[in-house]
T-cell receptor, first 110, second 115 residues
Framework: QKEVEQDPGPLSVPEGAIVSLNCTYS??????FMWYRQYSRKGPELLMY????GNKEDGRFTAQVDKSSKYISLFIRDSQPSDSATYLC??????????FGPGTRLSVLP | EAGVAQSPRYKIIEKRQSVAFWCNPI?????LYWYQQILGQGPKLLIQ????????DSQLPKDRFSAERLKGVDSTLKIQPAKLEDSAVYLC?????????????FGPGTRLTVL
């Protein structure tokens, strides 16, 4: 079993759709959970992070963490063509042992 | 605020050759990371520095990879000798300090092709 798993996609949705991206992980010790966005030929950039279980909202983005299920999600509302990118989940144990998922490629069609 | 700088942006070498990558983090950032990102995969942490000390190098293939961070600022990552499977993008990132969580800022990466 891989430490972090993500559906690689590609996921194609029409503009304005709600997008759901998910990761599962195996190490219950992880405490901080992050979502990064990576455009082609660029480095990842942080979208959101959450600590332990719970929800966090930032504009069109909502992150959810369910530690009991070892499952994290990112929801994108009113998706835009500019959201087309690869979305990487990541997690860490107190600032070290960073682990990234393989990423989900998202295409938002105008 | 200037971002993380990396050079070169692209490098093509033959197997068994040596190669070095350079990273200049954001000014004032104490923590520096090197990641390897193989096509279609997420970044894999190779080494994490706190100032000029190593925090985590558990996934660094030490028989061929080495990294240093002199004076706690710039860093170099070296591969010697390179193998075909080292073809990847090498990403450098930095963050203000190593605490429970700190946002990492990534550079554009160096794309390495080993022939």
């Amino acid at each position: 079993q891989k430490e972090v798993e993500q559906d690689p996609g590609p996921l194609s949705v029409p503009e304005g759709a709600i997008v759901s991206l998910n990761c599962t992980y195996s190490n219950s010790a992880f405490q901080y959970f992050m979502w990064y966005r990576q455009y082609s030929r660029k480095g990842p950039e942080l979208l959101m992070y959450t600590y332990s279980s719970g929800n966090k909202e930032d504009g069109r983005f909502t992150a959810q963490v369910d530690k009991s299920s070892k499952y994290i999600s990112l929801f994108i509302r009113d998706s835009q063509p500019s959201d087309s990118a690869t979305y990487l989940c990541a997690m860490t144990l107190y600032g070290q042992n960073f682990v990234f998922g393989p990423g989900t490629r998202l295409s938002v069609l105008p | 605020e200037a971002g993380v700088a990396q050079s070169p942006r692209y490098k093509i070498i033959e197997k068994r050759q040596s190669v070095a990558f350079w990273c200049n983090p954001i000014s004032g950032h104490a923590t520096l990371y090197w990641y390897q990102q193989i096509l279609g995969q997420g970044p894999k942490l190779l080494i994490q520095f706190q100032n000029n000390g190593v925090v985590d190098d558990s996934q660094l293939p030490k028989d061929r990879f080495s990294a240093e961070r002199l004076k706690g600022v710039d860093s170099t990552l070296k591969i010697q000798p390179a193998k075909l499977e080292d073809s990847a993008v090498y990403l450098c990132a930095s963050s203000r300090q190593r605490s429970s969580y700190n946002e990492q800022f990534f550079g554009p990466g160096t794309r390495l092709t080993v022939l």
